[in-house]
């Protein structure tokens, strides 16, 4: 019995780890109809892996997905991060980006968010109760899904934000949490000591630094909670803090403005948009009555009716997406007055996306939410570990099993037999002779968003969304690809899509050979369905075919 008390809490930390990384653990890898990609890794995961391979010069970036452009308004630590360790260690920037980094992360995140519970309460339970909820806490989204369409595998972004069990599944949002936990971790082991040690300063200087370029976001989370410590250090009479925090804050600053110089104009001042959404969309948590009633009341002018929809609509969207977290609020007050540090930062981050949406991809300001929503998880093992005994364990089960069982079903999502989206063999094989190619320019054909409603899951990549797969497994840049992530960042893409879509249309030869030739083309990537009127045209256009299987055709552009 001692010996089993002893492992108890490893097999536990190990046991959330390995759950952590369900969402990722089989994408990426080869299967015999090709390379298997669950959930959003079809996009998300694929961007990152075509950035990464795309990185030579960490400071200037080349832009996979827009020839001839660099890297701007993202934040690219992370892909660094793996691009180093893959020239480092000689192992696949695939391994390490769907295999390896999240067993890494997925376990440190989970092993600091015991160590926080158990420093904050003194408490095992608590520690462990701290790390499962970072791991699968989730929406009441199940709930909904499981009443309209009797599956509870579906609804965690119901109610618009990505819940713990999706944590990996954002790889820079999973190093932005690491980071964040480490500086928290240091705060809390060091509340109370007068001299801080260098240690602690240099932790915190690397995790600050890091962070707006790993994550922007997170950065409005850890830098106010570092701020309200290094007040309370002031009403001690040290100043080192304080100092620490305004130096680190420049250099990071400056760090973050190389690769995001435009980044303030990227957001609108758009109030209950998505609250507005969320009754609004067929996809969320539809109430169109109420949508209609809203839209009539708004036409009519500002109507107390009216004030009752948005006040319904954001109760809506906040007890949705906290869930069981909103019981943290029944208890505010953390030992030793931490509250202080963490309650300003947590409300702050929950009221920017009830306020402003993102240029081109609106929906990109949820972010700010998630980490608002994980670290309420303290809050909430708070309330729990405080209740009268004979209503703790009843109400702790109770909690855990309400996250538990919804993350444990959805999990079943990413472990089927068919993946979401796949690249074929042949596809595998033609992005891989052209990657022996000389460095160049791919034009690919206008991504079609019609063309997987005559397809069967799971869809080829090409069907499946807008993506990079062919800049992240041939190693070249392409002209146009990845409208979601272009748009997010502000690139020029509606010309480059016009002129691509005009080119393909073959109006006019000379047009066309002087697109190819102003836009320094080198290569021309093509599904066999999409070539026929380019080879019809290859003499006019002075390419020649120098790949071709059942599937793919690749054409080099003469000079």
């Known amino acids: 019995m001692e010996k089993a008390k002893k492992y108890f809490t490893p097999i536990i930390l190990i046991a959330l780890s390995l759950f952590s990384t369900i969402p990722v653990i089989k994408t990426g890898i080869d299967y015999p109809y090709g390379i298997g990609f669950w959930g959003s890794n079809g996009h998300d995961g694929i961007w990152h892996l075509s950035l990464i391979n795309s990185i030579s010069n960490p400071l200037k970036i080349t832009m996979p997905i827009f020839s001839g452009s660099f890297l701007v308004n993202y934040h690219p630590f992370f892909d660094i991060l793996i691009a180093f360790l893959s020239r480092l260690t000689r192992i696949s920037p695939s391994i390490l980006l769907f295999q390896i980094f999240p067993l890494i992360s997925s376990f440190f995140i989970v092993l600091l968010s015991y160590k926080i519970g158990l420093l904050l309460f003194k408490n095992k339970l ?37 819940q713990s069990p999706s944590i990996q599944l954002n790889p820079p949002f999973a ?44 950065a409005l989370f850890i830098f106010p909670v570092f701020f309200i410590f290094s007040i309370q250090k ?82 809506i969207f906040y007890i949705g997406n906290y869930f069981t977290r909103i019981l943290g609020i029944l208890k505010l007050k953390l030992p030793n007055s931490l509250h202080l540090l963490l309650l300003p930062p947590i409300i702050l981050l929950s009221l920017i996306p009830l306020i402003f ?42 909690v855990l099993l309400l996250n538990l069982i919804p993350s444990l079903f959805s999990s079943t999502n990413y472990l089927t037999p068919n993946p979401s989206a796949y690249i074929s063999q042949d596809e595998i094989s033609a992005l891989s002779f052209l990657s022996k190619q000389s460095p160049g320019t791919v034009l690919t054909y206008p991504y079609d ?16 969304e807008t993506t990079s797969y062919v800049p992240a497994y041939s190693q070249h840049p392409v002209f146009v690809a990845d409208e979601m992530n272009l748009s997010n960042s502000g690139y020029d893409l509606q010309t480059r899509l016009s002129q691509s879509n005009d080119f393909f249309k073959f109006q006019d030869k000379y047009a066309n050979r002087g697109f190819l030739v102003n836009n320094q083309i080198s290569y021309i990537y093509l599904l066999n369905h999409q070539a026929p009127t380019i080879s019809q045209h290859s003499q006019d256009l002075y390419i020649s075919q120098i790949y071709s299987n059942p599937s793919v055709t690749i054409f080099k552009v003469e000079r």
């Open 126 to 162: 608590a520690g462990l109760l701290l790390a499962s909820f970072n791991v699968f806490s989730n929406s009441a989204g199940w709930i909904y899904s499981l009443v309209k369409f009797g599956d509870i595998r579906g609804g965690e972004s119901i109610f618009w934000a990505m």
């Open 175 to 218: 190093l932005s949490i690491l980071f964040s936990l480490l500086v928290l971790y240091q705060i809390i082991s060091h509340y109370h000591q007068k001299n801080l040690p260098v240690s602690f300063y240099l932790t915190v200087f690397l995790s600050l630094v890091l962070l707006p370029i790993t994550k922007a976001y997170s």
């Open 234 to 315: 002031i009403r001690q009479s040290q100043f080192k803090p304080i100092i620490f925090l305004f130096i680190t804050t420049l250099i990071a600053f400056a760090i973050y403005k190389i690769y995001n110089p435009q980044s303030s104009s990227l957001f609108e001042f758009k109030p209950f948009w998505f609250t507005e959404s969320l009754i609004e969309s067929p996809d969320r948590f539809y109430l169109p009555k109420i949508a209609n009633a809203r839209y009539t009341l708004q036409a009519a002018g500002l109507s107390p009716r009216l004030i009752l929809i948005y006040i319904f609509s954001i109760a």
């Open 357 to 398: 949406i993102q240029s081109g991809t609106p929906w990109n300001t949820i972010q700010f939410l998630y980490y608002s929503m994980f670290f309420s998880n303290i809050f909430l093992v708070n309330f729990l570990i405080d209740l009268p005994s004979k209503f703790k364990l009843p109400l702790i089960i109770t």
């Open 449 to 464: 968003k019609y063309a997987k409603q005559s397809l069967k899951a799971p869809l080829p990549i090409w069907a499946y």
